[in-house]
């Protein structure tokens, strides 16, 4: 129940829309169970009064008028109050975690295939924020109205009372609960064979050519089937354990009224009991398990969202890899990079750079060529310490990197990665990422280093043009354009670019090797790539051989 | 082409709603069961009642009344049992709906050039297989009996009711005329609700997913905490900005929840009032059975609706997935139609010849023209390279001799043309090696045997020796059983290479096209492997795209591809000599 935890703590920094909107959901329930039975206190009593007694209309009908007004008012209440805090959890929950994770990426070992962290993290986010609103908040008002109705039973209908608070409880809390932990496994069945599909689909997007070349386009559709099967069987159990919930709630609900019937039918014919009040406390006992029949359907949630909680915890919770000195350094003035005997491989048996020296001069160009997965990029991203090497050390202006913090490294050295992305927001918002309070003139200044300033200025709404879905889109060319201008912008002395140029056709590869002189002038510049580079373009090229580097 | 919204998505909507109802008894289960249920629940009203009115009104003992009282139980059991069997007919109906779906999509992305699938983003394509299928879900199990529910329920309530009292089924049948119209209002309402909700929701969750892509990058720069204020800031601007909607939206279950107040109130005050003899509108005297009859059916004839304004937005969802698809997939894939086979291949392992004539081949993206009328000529047997500066278009041609890409133009392979072949046919005479080949999760052995599935194991080294696979395999603890791909150990550039070649080698063609196939290999490692392609090559008719001057040198005739045509060159190494510094050695 661990991250049974996680949402109520989140919930709990937001307990007043959520007292309201439980307090609310509480109302309206009541009333509704009060409508009815009231309802029928109030015609078997008028039924019976045919006899010639008088019959106080006045404050029965008041009380049936009330109560449907009440209804009504507690119920919009209720959604617009819901719906107001869950949107609150939602910023929450996301705000927190991204702060949590912000320290712990990237995640080293390989925890989650590709694409896989962003996707399941947004997934399992999406499962816990609403759980409160359908699941938790749901129990608590259930066991509220329950609690009530049980006291007014043990009042009014004592034989009755244990009968009802059994029945009751079953549906909305044992039932819930037992379905919750029912369905976690078929949930976790589910969400693994939806991961392989995924896996089985991009799998053959990317092997589309070597499956269609070697005719075995069949084959890969039988394991897509094999894996789709797996899911079909997991979401079946899960919806049969749903199904169970909402007959086990409908089958409680009809032994429960008939067990009251008939212990409420031997105290009326003892007299302990007047035929209205029965009559009216069946009614609401009846009212009553809607609340659990709502219940059944959130149960199955439930169980996802613990077990999504569950992940989102583990990933919030584990150690971050790269530390921060406990006393950090100051980083000097410079922009000199040494790699003194660095030794680095993602697994123990299979080293990626071996003994790798290298030495880049305040303000040099220097190209890292050789072969895709010969270690290029491990370079750049050990300058920035997104992983720490197994032997050797890094200096950055003669200081060893892992004794400054990494925020301050991070200001010196400015990474254009392979795959880092255009964010959702306007070109202004993107290139602010690099440095928050440039203003106009910085930014045009980064854009025109970065050959961009035309195709921008061209743009109806210039620097305020949306990108990213529903925006626009720009070109190959023009996103790592964007992303080297976001770069120049962030004032950091040394640049490291991985493969500035990938996915770019060979005119605008050649066009954007050619700025780069112009564009870096005054900076320190790690370039790895494999295009072929125009003269002019850097001062050095080093070749990654066998793990070390080596002059061209 | 069209989004697929308007117009369209209704013709979608139909498509979807026909897969269903292929599901034949399952899909007919999960709509009757409700019905039923329902028509039950009118028996158990009347019941209950009879029991009540029995035991207070005529004093009559419990013991009497056993009979009925197991009967209101047995009705509440056989609802149960209904409720839970039309759910799950309703749930497996949609599994099948969604199985057929996704395989309909997988098998159209496979039939697809692979051009076709490289102009997609992988990501989009996996999510409407996995993800848009999952979300026409709800429409299926939920919003589909929900509105048949409603539309027939309350008026069998009300018919139900009549016969007991006119007054009471005269208002509930006052009402019913006036369902449509509520239905049009809880479809107006609980649309716009689902839909500020729904965009409020997605809208967060992009920008939550859109930041957490780039969140390394975000923290390099140091804006990692400032972003995390722009989620929460984003996620309360939105708040805002839904509740304004949210509060109309609301109005109309609100409406709804009036109703079915106002008929639980109605009818209590009216036959309470008549008891009391305050109101006169009935010929004959009510019983309390005939008035708690009433009572109890009240509440039920505005369930269904409010049931279907729950579920409403379920539909919206499945439309709004299948437009998805649809968008990508330009319109919503048929069931594939079986493979046509054309003319047989040549007889497997023969050379055959490759002539490609009047062929002009265009860059997919950016429509440059790559070769214009261009001619090639590879006779049975031999052995052909095809230089050119690296983005010229060599694998393009490749691409298109192994029937892979669109041409215009003529390519006959033997004496018949490729645009006639079948596709087993072509695959069995023509091998082909990509530039960039995929290596599959699965163990090195795996990915070999995608050449030959089944292929025994005596086979199965003697391939990967002759690529020269073994020759990094042997220093494995596991050797070829190495677990590679995601998850696995990575292999570099030049090992990946070296796989897929065994792949070939597995194979009996008569023709083979190889991209580069000793790209990244040091000089010693790749005279080993041009070895074992001239090896395997013998008697086959052999097309490589090649950087390479030791390979090229290896070939009987070389063509260079340059300003769109295809020339024929007598020195090869002269051809090389302007090669940037990549070519290998």
Redesign the interface.
Known sequence: MNSLSLILHLAGKRTGPFLAALGLSLVTLAAGIA??G???W???G?????AGLA?N?FG??AM??G???M??VA??GE??VG??AT??L???L??WL??R???R??FQG?LF???D???R??AD??ALDTVFLTAIGPILTALAAGLAMTSLLAVLLPDAAPIYALGFGCASLALPIALALASQRPGEAATLA?AE???R?????????????????E???RA??AS??RL?RA??RQ??L???G???V??M???T??GI??QG??A??TGAVN??V??GL??AT??SFEAASLLARGAGRLGAALAAGRRVQALAASEPTILDPARPSALPEGSSVHFEAVRFG??P??LVLRDLSLQVRDGERVAI?G????GKSTILHLL?R?SDPEAGAIRVAGQDIRTVTQ?NL??RV??L?QD??V??GTIRDNLR??C?DADDDALWGALRAARLDGFVRGLPEELDTWL??AGRTLSAGQTRRLCLA?VLL?GARIVALDEPTSGL??ETEADFLADLAAATRGRTVLLAT?A?LPDGAVDR?LRVENGRLSP? | METGRGPEGRVHMRRLMGLWRQTGPLAALSVAAPLIGGLLLVGQAFL?SG??HD???GKV??MS?LQP?LG??AL??L???L??AG??AG??AA?TV??RL??TL??H????H?AW??ERA??A???A??DQV?AVEGFL?RYLPATVSAAILPLAFAAAVFPVDVVVGLLFLFTAPLIPVFMALVGWGAEAASRG?VQ??AR??????????????????????????V??????D??RR??GV??IA??S??VL??FA??G??G???Y???T????VELRTGA???QA??FC??MA?EVYLPLRQLAVHYHDRANAKAALAEIAELFEGLPEAPAPTIGHCPAERPGRAVSVFATDLTLT?P??RRTILSHAKLVALPGEHVAVLGE??VGKSTLL?AL?G?RKYQGEIALGERSLSRLS??GL??D?????QR?????GSIADNIR??Q?GAPDSLLHKAANLAGVTAFTDAL?QGLDTPI???G??????EAHRV?LA?IYL?DPGIVLLDEPT??LDPDMEERVIEGILSFARGRTLIVATHSAALAAAMDRTFVIGGGALLPVLCPRRALSPM???GAA
């Open positions: 409508l009815l009231v309802s029928g109030f015609l078997t008028a039924a019976l009064t045919t019959f209309l029965p009908s049936v008028r109560l449907s007004l209804r009504i119920r919009y959604k617009l719906h107001d949107l609150k939602l910023a929450d996301r705000g991204f702060r994770l912000v320290p990426v990237p390989r295939r590709r694409g962290l962003v996707s993290l947004t986010v999406d939806s599909l995924r896996m689909v991009l799998d053959a997007i990317d092997g589309h050519a070597d499956l269609r070349a070697m005719g075995q386009t084959s890969a559709f897509f089937s789709g099967r079909t979401r079946t919806s049969a749903n199904a169970l909402t007959a086990g409908q089958a609900g009809g032994v009224l008939v019937l008939w039918l031997e009326l014919d035929g209205p029965l009559v069946l009614l009846l009212a993602h697994t048996d299979r060529i072969p895709s997965g010969c920035l997104l925020a991070h200001r400015a990474l990665s880092t992305p964010f959702l990422i690099g928050p990213g879905e976001r962030s056709d060979r494999h072929s090229v061209q | 209950l029991v009540l035991a207070v009104v003992p419990r009344l009282i209101i139980g509440m059991a609802r149960a049992l409720a839970f759910e799950q749930a497996r599994e969604k199985a996704r395989k997988f098998r992305i496979l039939a697809q692979p699938t490289a992988s990501g394509l996996a999510s297989v996995v999952e199990v909700h409020a929701f967060l969750s992009g920008l939550f997913a859109d930041r957490l892509r780039g969140i390394v990058t975000l923290r390099l720069f140091g804006r990692a905490d400032a972003e995390a204020t989620i929460e800031e984003a996620g309360d939105l708040r839904t509740l949210m509060c609301f109005l279950s609100a929840e009036f107040a106002l639980v109130a009818v209590a005050l036959v309470g009032l008891y009391l003899g305050l009510l019983t309390l008035g708690l009572l109890l509440p860059a993206r950016s690296s983005g691409e192994a892979l596709e087993d695959r069995r023509v091998a082909y090696l990509s080949p995929h290596l599959f999760q995608l050449g599935p603890p791909g995601e998850g150990l990575g292999l570099s550039g030049g897929a792949r194979r790209a990244h940037p510094q990549q």
